[in-house]
T-cell receptor, first 115, second 113 residues
């Protein structure tokens, strides 16, 4: 069974631009979560989608948004990029929404560099 | 709020040494506890988990026991290999954070041959 895939793997953008990252979950998984990983802040939860609905959102500004399609694929968008948005963006999928002991499976991440 | 504290790294060991990476947590209720590993240039992989007190998670020679009395979930391995070099993350999920993963800062492990 194929794992979680993320595209693109690497991106370079300049300040003020916007970017869209894509995530395809493991087949049959309906929940997708996004995380930001930076050396300074570590891993931080962005949002979770289940059945095309945002279920949870972390403490990030409105410039960060996402959506999920009927095939469970998800995209996240960051508008008006700032230097501090440079990070590894990780997508994780699970069968059902995050719950007691539910395991999330991670993709390899998209590394975004904002210049 | 819920939080996870891990020992700071890097931790440098020789091959076949015994490994302990400390993890303690703060949470109300009964969180689930996880160890994830991140190899260079890769995403995160679940290493092991435990969902209730006194549970022991184990995988690939690694073990961790959910200790509610000490709010700990320390990772151990009896004999490490060079291939175990990676960053290890302790995490919890609990109802009061909508079961989203709350992460420790990560501990970089370096194994020298």
């Amino acid at each position: 069974k194929a794992g979680v895939t993320q595209t693109p793997r690497y991106l370079i953008k300049t300040r003020g631009q916007q970017v869209t990252l894509s995530c395809s979950p493991i087949s049959g998984h309906r929940s997708v979560s996004w995380y930001q990983q930076t050396p300074g802040q570590g891993l931080q939860f962005l949002f979770e989608y289940f059945s095309e609905t945002q279920r949870n959102k972390g403490n990030f500004p409105g410039r960060f948004s996402g959506r999920q399609f009927s095939n469970s694929r998800s995209e996240m968008n960051v508008s008006t990029l700032e230097l501090g948005d440079s990070a590894l963006y990780l997508c994780a999928s699970s069968l059902v929404p995050a719950g007691v002991g539910e395991t999330q499976y991670f993709g390899p991440g998209t590394r975004l560099l904002v210049l | 709020g819920d939080s996870v504290t891990q020992m700071e790294g890097p931790v440098t060991l020789s091959e076949e040494a015994f490994l302990t990476i400390n993890c303690t947590y703060t949470a109300t209720g009964y969180p689930s506890l996880f160890w994830y590993v991140q190899y260079p240039g890769e995403g995160l992989q679940l290493l092991l988990k435990a969902t209730k007190a006194d549970d022991k998670g184990s995988n690939k020679g690694f073990e961790a026991t959910y200790r509610k009395e000490t709010t700990s979930f320390h990772l151990e391995k009896g004999s490490v290999q060079v291939s175990d070099s990676a960053v290890y993350f302790c995490a919890l999920s609990a109802g009061d954070s909508n079961y989203q993963l709350i992460w420790g800062a990560g501990t970089k492990l370096i194994i020298k041959p």
